[in-house]
């Protein structure tokens, strides 16, 4: 049911964003709009488009969707202090499978990641999986992550508790 009434009613189409957050190391957390929470990945070496890279995503927690649209520095002395901006962001199609199974499918429509990605946990682990973007027209064999932080971002950046504890 879940899936008909995404795919034909665009108003409702769930959002996907990837944070870049400047922790003590960086990372980027993936997130998923599912069932009223954004599901959340950090994911060390960010996403890619290259269906070859296998890029961990270990499971931490759902964070509430006013979340998606943080960024900001999160103070000292917070969990995860650094600067968070948002990477990418965008509607995306859910093609299938659940979290609890350890394995779903769906198409991203952002400005940088786009089509079908898998996320699957990794047999026999509690909060690692991989996320792997899928053969298609929009794979890029070549592709290599850009950082969007810039020091005159940074700048534009405030110190800002986020509205739930960040990971
Ligand atoms: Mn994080």
């Known amino acids: 049911m879940l899936i008909i009434s995404i795919r034909y009613n665009k108003d409702s189409m769930p959002q996907f964003i990837i944070h870049e957050h400047h922790a003590t190391h960086l990372h980027f957390d993936f997130r998923l709009e599912i069932e009223g929470v954004l599901k959340s990945?950090?994911?060390p070496k960010g996403p890619s488009m290259n269906p070859k890279d296998k890029r961990l995503a270990i499971m931490v927690d759902d964070h509430t969707l006013e979340y998606g649209s943080y960024e900001g520095i999160i103070?000292?002395?917070?969990y995860g202090a650094g600067a968070v901006v948002i990477w990418d962001a965008g509607d995306y199609?859910?093609?299938?499978?659940?979290?609890?199974?350890?394995?779903?499918e769906f198409?991203?429509?952002?400005k940088k990641l786009k089509g079908g990605f898998i996320l699957t946990k990794m047999s026999g682990r509690k909060k690692e999986w991989l996320l792997i973007k899928k053969r298609d027209d929009f794979a890029k064999d070549d592709f290599v992550i850009?950082?969007?932080?810039?020091?005159?971002l940074r700048k534009k950046l405030r110190a800002k508790v986020p509205s739930c504890t960040a990971s």
């Open 41 to 43: 990945w950090a994911v």
């Open 75 to 78: 103070p000292k002395g917070q």
């Open 93 to 104: 199609e859910f093609l299938g499978g659940n979290v609890q199974d350890g394995r779903i």
């Open 107 to 110: 198409i991203l429509h952002g």
């Open 146 to 152: 850009k950082n969007m932080l810039t020091p005159e």
